[in-house]
């Protein structure tokens, strides 16, 4: 098993490793808050209006208090591969539930040429944060997944409401695909950035090793000698 896998690993990082995952978890800070302050403007603006979008309105209390979490979590240091997965479960469940609500009650304009893209925008920043989380090709696999999934949902939940609307759904939908498949091809891009710095890594702690291994024999052997020679002397 790789010792990356279980959260012992983080007991004997180096220091390079720590600063990435520094690095890491303010990313997670602002994709934290970003998302938290807007759905908070946005479900204060909700309720003032007479038509209120369900997933905000039912959804927003139970996933405030996880931002809020999250955030907190993240600002005082914390970090575990466990949370990592859970994390991953909860953003995958989420997208799914958005544009289930987006298919099941969906608020649809007057004029067919145009559908909201809110679901679908949540979608994208899950995405990007579960690229973040996982290996670039199980992360891959499981975004794709949930593309299908949230693509088939309108067309499968409430095809005959969703007709009228089938060239603006195409365009939303043809606009998230091609920003997730950006986002794939850098993730990929990085990950291929990631394992020559970690390889080159490797190989400079591994000179390192050697030329103090070496330098260390060599003053234990000259040590040896020297006392040879007082001992004959």
Same mark, same amino acid.
């Given at each position: 098993m790789d010792g990356r896998e279980h959260d012992l690993h983080l007991l004997h990082i180096t220091g390079d490793e720590r600063a990435a995952f520094e690095e890491k978890r303010w990313i997670f800070v602002f994709l934290t808050l970003s998302p938290l302050i807007g759905l908070t403007a946005t479900y204060a603006v909700q309720l003032t209006q007479p038509v209120r979008e369900p997933f905000v309105m039912y959804a927003y209390p139970i996933m405030a208090p996880l931002m809020l979490g999250a955030l907190l979590w993240n600002l005082l240091g914390g970090y575990s591969r466990v949370a990592e997965r859970v994390t991953v479960v909860v953003l995958a469940a989420l997208a799914i539930l958005h544009n289930v609500s987006f298919a099941v009650q969906? /608020?649809?304009?007057?004029?067919?040429?145009? @559908?909201?893209?809110?679901?679908?925008?949540?979608? @994208? +920043?899950?995405? $990007?944060? !579960?690229? +973040?989380?996982?290996?670039? *090709? &199980?992360?891959?696999?499981?975004?794709?997944?949930?593309?299908?999934? $949230?693509?088939?949902?309108?067309? !499968?939940?409430?095809?005959?409401?969703? &007709?009228?609307?089938?060239?603006?759904?195409? &365009? /939303? #939908?043809?606009?998230?695909?091609?920003?997730?498949?950006? !986002? +794939?091809?850098?993730?990929?891009y990085r990950q291929r950035y990631v394992? *020559?710095? &970690?390889?080159?890594?490797?190989? *400079? #702690?591994?000179?390192? /090793?050697?030329?103090? @291994? /070496? #330098?260390?024999t060599a003053g234990a052997t000259d040590a040896v000698d020297a006392q040879e020679r007082r001992v004959t002397a």
């Open positions: 969906p /608020t649809l304009p007057e004029s067919a040429s145009f @559908v909201g893209s809110a679901s679908y925008w949540t979608l @994208v +920043l899950h995405a $990007c944060v !579960i690229l +973040l989380l996982l290996p670039v *090709r &199980r992360a891959a696999a499981l975004v794709v997944t949930l593309y299908v999934i $949230c693509v088939a949902l309108p067309w !499968i939940v409430n095809f005959d409401v969703f &007709r009228p609307y089938v060239a603006a759904m195409v &365009r /939303t #939908q043809g606009a998230t695909f091609s920003v997730l498949l950006a !986002i +794939l091809c850098l993730a990929w394992d *020559r710095a &970690r390889e080159a890594l490797m190989l *400079r #702690q591994l000179v390192m /090793t050697d030329l103090f @291994v /070496t #330098q260390g």
